[in-house]
């Protein structure tokens, strides 16, 4: 059983940035890829970014694209989420997930265990 910790969400002005964390429990954490997904209120799940399971290869959703970026700590199994030039639209509970195989994916049912999510809320 894998179980994924967020941290690091809040809340912040428009224009700022946030950096979260995911720790990771478990030894396979360097065997799979990671991601990060959104969630705001009366919206479904989406995605954000994923990491391979080196961190060599990362892929984002159009709406983060050069604002935000993924990348992990193998040793400290760890993945994070920078977020800089944050806007009222990325208003959203984030959620860490690990990917159920090595491929990283932007669809929700390739990743079998999810965080409880941390709140980040932009005002504007």
């Known amino acids: 059983q894998v179980q994924l910790a967020e941290s690091g969400g809040g809340l912040v002005q428009a224009g700022g940035s946030l950096r979260l964390s995911c720790a990771a429990s478990g030894r396979t954490f360097s065997s799979h890829a990671m991601g990060w997904f959104r969630q705001a209120p009366g919206k479904e799940r989406e995605f954000v970014a994923t990491i391979s399971r080196s961190g060599a290869s990362t892929y984002y959703a159009d709406s983060v694209k050069g604002r935000f970026t993924i990348s992990r700590d193998n040793a400290k199994n760890t993945v994070y989420l920078q977020m800089n030039s944050l806007k009222a639209e990325d208003t959203a509970v984030y959620y860490c997930?690990?990917?159920?195989?090595?491929?990283?994916?932007?669809?929700?049912?390739?990743?079998?265990?999810w965080g409880q999510g941390t709140q980040v809320t932009v005002s504007s």
């Open positions: 997930a690990e990917a159920n195989s090595r491929y990283s994916s932007s669809v929700p049912y390739e990743y079998h265990y």
